[in-house]
């Protein structure tokens, strides 16, 4: 019997909205439209939040120093972040999904996973359900939204990376370990670059190679993560969308000016630091 088949088999969206902050900047300032944009600091310490798929043309993203975005893309357009305007429209994102869920897991402001294996609607398709929710996005924010829809959370993830930007993907159980096995290691969500580099060390260039590999071996040379990548590596991932997760910690940071040398500014820089991630955390709470 197909155990696949016979266990009831669940249904998960990734949606990901795309280019989300630059995508606002965008909506908001329509002289922006069209145009390589970078949301962050243009100052020489500066870094990208996020990049208008214009400027990723250029090969500008997130993360990226202001300075090596500029240089790689002299016409960049560098915009101040507005998080109070991305959080309220995170937020008129979140109700369209509670139309359709309450099992919504949040990773970010801009992508969340979906539970609709039994959804609000009566919906028997999950694709479906996709379509309907990305274009309430649309019609609601005058943003784009793509989707990935699979039977657990890292395939779903996976998919909603396929038809970027403004579609969306599936991954059936049947061909979810085959996509799994074509895939190379770097580029599966988990699998960071140092996590990457180590695999190739050890010989594991793609999702066959890492199926390849036992139980005890993986688990040998990643510790805790071993029994995930053992699963994942068959297109298995048991994980369960978790409304009620629990925030585990609350970061904050800044790009100084200058470089520091001395422990007094470098003290007071910190309490500023904490006293940020303190307010982040009340406000968590508030909300």
Same mark, same amino acid.
């Given at each position: 019997?197909?155990?696949?088949?016979?266990a009831?088999?669940?249904?998960?969206?990734?949606?990901?909205?795309?280019?989300?902050?630059?995508?606002?900047?965008?909506r908001?300032?329509?002289? *922006?439209?069209?145009?390589?944009?970078?949301?962050?600091?243009?100052?020489?310490?500066?870094?990208?939040?996020?990049?208008?798929?214009?400027?990723?043309?250029?090969?500008?993203?997130s993360?990226?120093?202001?300075?090596?975005?500029?240089?790689?893309?002299?016409? *960049?357009?560098?915009?101040?972040?507005? /998080?109070?305007?991305?959080?309220?429209?995170?937020? %008129?994102?979140?109700?369209? /999904?509670?139309?359709?869920?309450?099992?919504?897991?949040?990773?970010?402001?801009?992508?969340?996973?979906?539970?609709?294996?039994?959804?609000?609607?009566?919906?028997?398709?999950?694709?479906?359900?996709?379509?309907?929710?990305?274009?309430k996005?649309?019609?609601?924010?005058?943003? !784009?939204?793509?989707?990935?829809?699979?039977?657990?959370? /890292?395939?779903?993830?996976?998919?909603s990376?396929?038809?970027?930007?403004?579609? %969306?993907?599936?991954?059936?159980?049947? !061909?979810?370990?085959?996509?799994v096995?074509?895939?190379?290691?770097?580029?599966?969500?988990?699998?960071?670059?140092?996590?990457?580099?180590?695999?190739?060390r050890?010989?594991?260039?793609?999702?066959?190679?890492?199926?390849?590999?036992?139980l %005890?071996?993986?688990?040998?040379?990643?510790?805790?993560?071993?029994?995930?990548?053992?699963?994942?590596?068959?297109?298995?991932?048991?994980?369960?969308?978790?409304?009620?997760?629990?925030?585990?910690?609350?970061?904050?940071?800044?790009?100084?000016?200058?470089?520091?040398?001395?422990?007094?500014?470098?003290?007071?820089?910190?309490?500023?630091?904490?006293?940020?991630?303190?307010?982040?955390?009340?406000?968590?709470?508030?909300?």
């Amino acid at each position: 019997m197909d155990v696949m088949a016979a266990a009831t088999v669940r249904k998960i969206i990734h949606v990901d909205m795309d280019a989300f902050y630059a995508s606002v900047e965008q909506r908001d300032n329509p002289e *922006l439209r069209g145009k390589p944009l970078a949301v962050g600091g243009a100052a020489a310490r500066g870094v990208v939040a996020a990049a208008s798929y214009e400027a990723r043309k250029f090969g500008v993203h997130s993360a990226m120093p202001s300075a090596t975005a500029a240089r790689k893309c002299p016409d *960049l357009i560098f915009v101040t972040p507005r /998080f109070e305007v991305y959080r309220a429209v995170s937020q %008129q994102i979140r109700e369209i /999904f509670a139309e359709y869920t309450p099992l919504i897991e949040p990773l970010s402001l801009d992508e969340a996973y979906l539970d609709v294996t039994e959804n609000l609607k009566d919906m028997p398709i999950a694709t479906e359900i996709a379509l309907e929710i990305r274009a309430k996005i649309k019609a609601v924010t005058g943003l !784009n939204a793509s989707a990935g829809i699979s039977y657990n959370k /890292f395939l779903a993830k996976m998919a909603s990376d396929l038809k970027k930007p403004n579609g %969306q993907a599936v991954i059936t159980p049947r !061909n979810g370990p085959a996509f799994v096995e074509g895939l190379a290691v770097k580029k599966f969500h988990g699998v960071g670059p140092a996590t990457a580099e180590k695999m190739h060390r050890l010989g594991i260039q793609t999702g066959a190679d890492l199926k390849a590999q036992s139980l %005890q071996f993986l688990t040998q040379h990643f510790g805790k993560s071993g029994p995930y990548f053992y699963g994942i590596a068959r297109g298995i991932d048991e994980r369960r969308v978790k409304p009620d997760r629990v925030r585990k910690s609350v970061g904050a940071e800044d790009t100084f000016a200058q470089d520091i040398h001395s422990y007094e500014p470098a003290l007071e820089g910190m309490r500023s630091q904490c006293h940020s991630g303190e307010d982040r955390h009340t406000e968590s709470e508030v909300r």
